[in-house]
């Protein structure tokens, strides 16, 4: 019984119960805590965020779904690095600042992007003079190879020290606690750096495929999936 209680009380009043906080790993007595999941699309069919913060995105331009990697049909979102992507115009509970975070994704490169450079998978920050942005995406390189990076301030802040190839998918996920950076390809860290980030997002977007805060789009060419 006791237990029972314990797993639905809500001390912090935020609405959510003890059980349902320790499920996504946020602090049960700090209605503020953004620890766990803020965002999450799968890229099913829709463009909805599925982690039920609300940050769902529009599709813009011809951005549409092909195949996921396990064959589900409308599984997986195609964009055509000239000019499709989707964005939500007012995300909320992304982090900030040098906060921790971890942003993912599956991802499948079809070819150099309409501009010639870097593609932006996920983006998200002020589209401001200051680019206090963040960006996870892939560099351009020779013509059938790709280098995962993270982009802030407009300019690399970690690359891989692989490189992926033009056609086949890949999982990318990016860590940070706050001190260290880290990549990771496939499940295997491929590079790190010590950083400190100061992401800002006052006025900006959080974006799938593309990047407007720099003068010219980041626009990804392939396939993207589970952001």
């Given at each position: ?60 331009a011809?951005a549409?779904f ?38 993912a ?12 450079y870097?593609?932006?998978?996920v ?5 401001s ?28 802040s970690?690359?891989?020290d692989?490189?992926v ?63």
């Amino acid at each position: 019984g006791d237990l029972a209680q314990a797993d639905t009380a809500d001390p912090d009043a935020d609405g959510r119960t003890n059980a349902e906080e320790y499920g996504d790993r946020t602090d049960p007595t700090n209605p503020g805590s953004t620890l766990g999941l803020v965002a999450y699309f799968p890229l099913d069919g829709d463009w909805l965020d599925h982690s039920g913060n609300g940050n769902d995105c529009t599709p813009a331009a011809q951005a549409t779904f092909t195949s996921d990697r396990i064959g589900q049909p409308t599984g997986a979102a195609l964009f055509d690095g000239a000019s499709d992507y989707a964005a939500c115009a007012g995300p909320s509970g992304l982090p900030v600042g040098n906060s921790a975070r971890t942003i993912a994704c599956w991802a499948r490169c079809d070819g150099a992007n309409h501009w010639a450079y870097p593609h932006a998978m996920v983006f998200y920050g002020d589209a401001s003079g200051n680019r206090l942005y963040f960006q996870l995406g892939l560099v351009n390189g020779k013509p059938d190879e790709r280098r995962p990076s993270v982009f802030e301030d407009g300019g690399p802040s970690v690359q891989a020290d692989l490189t992926v190839k033009v056609g086949r998918l890949y999982h990318v996920a990016f860590t940070h606690d706050g001190t260290t950076a880290r990549l990771f390809v496939n499940g295997q860290e491929a590079g790190s750096k010590e950083l400190a980030f100061g992401t800002e997002l006052t006025t900006g977007a959080l974006e799938i495929s593309n990047n407007t805060s720099c003068e010219r789009p980041r626009f990804f060419n392939g396939a993207i999936d589970e952001v």
